[in-house]
């Protein structure tokens, strides 16, 4: 507590408001508009402090003005009576973590023209932060040694020389690789993400793995002395999806001896889970996924491995759910973990020895992060359909809101009411989703109804706040979101049912979620919308092309044509394991590409938009798909946001987003 006493004096402190503040009669209360969009604030990442009576974490706020995001990082005492903004600058700050002698906290920024992204160092006893990094290629990750004395970070090569940065021509662009595309990145170079050791008395790096490959998620031996980390080896290492856990001494010089041997995915980055060391060191916790044909399709598993080597032993074989983000307790003889279930995320737990997994966090949420900390204190992050995400704090049973970011924006307004639906599909498969009904649902009335597909197409809808269907509701829209075969949260047999087989059982599943709210009397058959992004587009196209029912569509960063797709993307060796190759499958790829190839078939109007720089599903994919319905004459248009990837970001083109979406279902199904 006295470490944070000088620091309050130059930070303002925001006493946690009491609910009653915000209580608003019903009458009182609105319908939330487009104008509400940044008005929530963006919580994450909570991490608790050594000595369990603080929490800090990450608040990402909308600067409408200059068009930007900005995230900050909070700190709030145990009890929620007080809570301080530890960083306000113009840049982002996140990633907050505390050293484990409780004398400093750690955090990501590129603050004040810093070169990339940097590490900078708050001392919790007073004073400014200070920028104690100078990675040429910035940083992306790091963890503190369990003595606080160094750091291990991951950093890439800087992707240009002095003698390029200087030429005012950019040079060309030289491809050998085989996977050469990345969302976010673009093509790929000889760029790498290296291991390295930061000494914080010396303020200097060493490379640990100078190697040609890849490193991430790295997490220290509970004596400081080694560093397990995740990477994906071999003569060509875009070729296959073997990634496996390494360790190596942490010393500059040491060589990383492999630890897990399995051909397959172990610790996939991509889950951002990172392997944990049990407190006496003797074991590693890690994912194991399944099979590299399988890909996506397959169920992650939690897995031990002794830290010498040796066979792993999976803990939740039986489970046929996704588990993430494994953390041993205090004494080592239990792992908490996410799993994931049936339109939810739960905290769990399960014996280090083996048995039974127990929920410590169950119901209709979604939790989607935790820490632990001493005394068996969990903070974790938490939504529901009517409640953004916020920090809450579990000791036992308790489970106490500590955040209240969105508490008085949550308060004012009447928002749709989520109801979790079941149904069967035509081939009698049972099929889960969601059901959101405007603020002012009457009984008996049919209304607009807007279906709603999710990306992935390994993914699901759960139990969580989402602006996007609440924004319809208000507009007067019923929204219906289907798990469709393909999903997650109901076991790999049910996800992988569409493999190699897309736009086939999960069309066939939204249509009969389609035809059950038609028959229940809420939804009118004659005003149905569809839409989707990424899969969720794709899958929209899909439809429309086997079902004429739909008065309006939007696909966003979607295909049709996926044979044109080949080699454009980056998921070239997901398609080759799940598909082969186009020239000795082209049965196979031109069946799937059906959208495109008999685009006649399709009479639904439908709007396109895809992010210009996409290089998951690349903007070549909707324009194809737009040209054609140009040519058909059926009503379409094609936006496309500049410099934006797949996942769009700029704020101004995340409202300009909805608001077209709104403009499109209205033209069409507010008649």
């Known amino acids: 507590m006295r470490r944070f006493g000088k620091f309050a004096l130059v930070c303002s402190v925001i006493v946690a408001l009491v609910s009653s503040n915000f209580r608003v009669q019903a009458s009182q209360k609105r319908l939330l508009t487009l ?32 068009d930007t995001k900005n995230k900050d990082i909070y700190i709030t005492s145990w009890s929620g009576s007080r809570t301080l903004r530890l960083t306000s600058s113009k840049d982002s700050e996140y990633s907050p973590r505390f050293s484990p002698d409780g004398k400093f906290l750690a955090f990501l920024s590129s603050r004040q023209n810093s070169g990339g992204t940097q590490i900078w160092l708050l001392n919790l006893a007073g004073g400014e932060a200070e920028k104690i990094s100078d990675f040429k290629g910035g940083v992306s990750d790091f963890v503190w040694s369990p003595d606080s004395k160094r750091l291990a970070v991951i950093a890439a090569d800087p992707e240009d020389s002095e003698d390029n940065k200087e030429n005012k021509t950019p040079p060309p662009i030289v491809i050998d690789r085989f996977q050469f595309k990345e969302d976010g990145t673009g093509y790929l170079g000889k760029s790498r993400d290296h291991l390295y050791i930061f000494d914080l008395a010396t303020r200097k790096a060493n490379i640990l793995t100078p190697d040609d490959f890849n490193e991430y998620l790295p997490s220290w031996s509970p004596d400081s002395k080694s560093i397990a980390f995740v990477t994906k080896r071999g003569a060509d290492f875009d070729r296959h999806n073997n990634w496996d856990i390494y360790v190596i001494e942490a010393k500059p010089g040491a060589q990383a001896h492999q630890l897990t041997t399995f051909d397959g995915p172990d610790n996939d980055p991509s889950w951002d889970s990172r392997p944990v060391w049990s407190p006496d060191g003797k074991l ?13 399709y397959a169920v992650y598993r939690l897995a031990v491995i002794p830290a010498t080597g040796g066979t792993p032993r999976l803990l939740t074989s039986t489970l046929d759910r996704n588990v993430v983000k494994p953390y041993f307790t205090a004494d080592g003889k239990s792992i908490l973990f996410l799993l994931e279930d049936d339109g939810a995320v739960h905290l769990a737990k399960v014996p280090v020895a083996g048995g039974k997994v127990e929920r410590l966090v169950a119901g209709r949420r979604t939790v989607s992060a935790f820490n632990l900390g001493r005394d068996s204190r969990i903070a974790l992050l938490s939504s ?15 489970l106490r809101p500590l955040s209240h970011q969105n508490q008085e924006i949550v308060a004012q307004l009447k928002l749709g009411t989520t109801k979790e639906i079941s149904f069967k599909s035509k081939d009698g498969t049972q099929i889960h989703g969601f059901i959101v009904m405007p603020p002012n649902f009457q009984i008996g009335k049919k209304y607009p109804t807007l279906v709603q597909i999710h990306g992935g197409p390994v993914g699901q809808y759960r139990n969580e706040f989402m602006f996007d269907w609440q924004i319809f509701t208000a507009h007067g829209y019923v929204v219906v979101g289907v798990n469709p075969r393909g999903s997650s949260g109901r076991g790999e047999a049910f996800s992988k049912a569409i493999y190699a087989d897309w736009g086939n059982k999960d069309a066939q599943d939204i249509l009969a979620g389609v035809d059950y709210v038609v028959a229940q009397g809420i939804a009118d058959a004659s005003r149905l919308g569809i839409g989707g992004w990424s899969y969720g587009g794709i899958l929209t196209n899909y439809t429309i092309a086997r079902d004429k029912r739909f008065k309006a569509a939007v696909s966003g960063a979607s295909a049709a044509n996926i044979l044109a797709g080949y080699g454009t993307d980056a998921y070239v060796r997901d398609y080759e394991q799940e598909l082969g190759v186009p020239w000795k499958n082209l049965n196979k790829w031109l069946h799937l590409s059906f959208p495109f190839l008999h685009a006649d078939r399709i009479v639904t109007p439908t709007l396109f938009l895809c ?11 909707s324009e194809q798909m737009y040209q054609a319905l140009k040519s058909l004459r059926i009503d379409t248009e094609l936006i496309i946001y500049p410099g934006q990837y797949h996942e769009i970001s700029k704020p101004s083109y995340l409202r300009d987003r909805l608001e077209r ?3 499109w279902y209205d ?5």
């Open 661 to 663: 979406y709104l403009a």
């Open 35 to 66: 104008d509400d969009q940044f008005t929530f604030h963006k919580v994450s990442d909570p991490q608790i402090s050594p000595d369990g009576n603080w929490i800090a974490y990450t608040v990402e706020n909308t600067d409408v003005k200059n």
């Open 284 to 296: 590693i916790a890690y994912l194991q996924g399944g099979p590299q044909k399988l890909i996506e």
């Open 667 to 671: 033209k069409y199904l507010m008649k």
């Open 384 to 398: 529901t359909p009517q409640e953004p995400n916020e920090i809450f704090t579990l000791k036992g049973s308790e």
């Open 611 to 621: 992010g210009e720089q996409d290089a998951e599903v690349p903007l070549l994919n």
